[in-house]
Each structure stands twice: as C-alpha cells, then as structure tokens.
C-alpha cells in the first residue's frame, strides 16, 4: 500500500486502523488480542524518478530510434554519433541499494531497471 507519494506532504496527523479478522477458527464472542505489531516504512534518499525534459537514463535512450546509415548520404550529426556510441557501452557498475534483480543502467536510483519496493502505481510489500 503507497502511503505517500512524490510532491505530497506526508506532514500530519496518521491512525493505524487494526481490524480483528481471525485467521483461524475461534468463538465470535472472544476479540482477539493485540500482543505486539510492527510498522515497516520503505523510502529512497533521491527521487526515484526524473520528469520528462531531464537527464534520461541509458534504458530511456534506446527507445529513440537511430537513422539508418546510407555509405553513400550525408554524414550524421555529431549528436546521432554520440547517442551510437552511448548505446555500445555497457555498465557494469554496482547498482543503487534499490534497483531490483533486472539491474540497472547507472548507479543512481533513477537508473533502475525495476526497483525492490517500488512499482508504478504501487508499493511492493515483502522482500
């Protein structure tokens, strides 16, 4: 369950609502009783993803699609060179403390390829 996301405030007051739902057979009658609980807050120290316009990361670029070279046209930018270049080169880094086991592009962790605790839209629970 995501509890906050980027660009809310988390700021205020929060109630643990604990409902008790048996999970085995017991008299209705008796209430079960709350012995301990623990709460588990997952977080990154840097936004874990980029808004569009910024930096991209290597996956990111891949998408873009190269022109074909004609030995007989022109010759390509500088900037279409460079981008070939870019995607022949591999990392092989350590990954951010986040990144899940498809690795990732870079060390930081917008770099991820999938990430531990976070997946779109949702909150990965467990481990």
Do not use: F
Not at 37 to 51: E, F, K, N
Not at 69 to 95: F, I, M, N, T
Request: charged residues 25%; hydrophobic residues 20%.
């Amino acid at each position: 369950m995501t509890v906050h996301c980027w660009g809310e405030r988390a700021e205020g007051q929060w109630i643990l609502e604990i409902i008790d739902s048996p999970s085995s057979l017991r008299n209705p009658e008796v209430l079960g009783k709350l012995k301990e609980w623990t709460l588990v807050l997952y977080g990154t120290s840097g936004h874990p993803y980029q808004p569009h316009g910024t930096q991209h990361s290597r996956s990111k670029m891949l998408e873009i699609p190269t022109p074909s070279r004609d030995p007989k046209g022109p010759e390509p930018p500088p900037e279409v060179l460079k981008h070939q270049e870019e995607e022949e080169e591999e990392y092989s880094g350590p990954c951010h403390s986040e990144c899940g086991d498809q690795g990732c592009d870079g060390p930081d962790p917008d770099h991820c390829l999938n990430c531990i605790h976070y997946s779109l839209g949702s909150l990965k629970t467990g481990r």
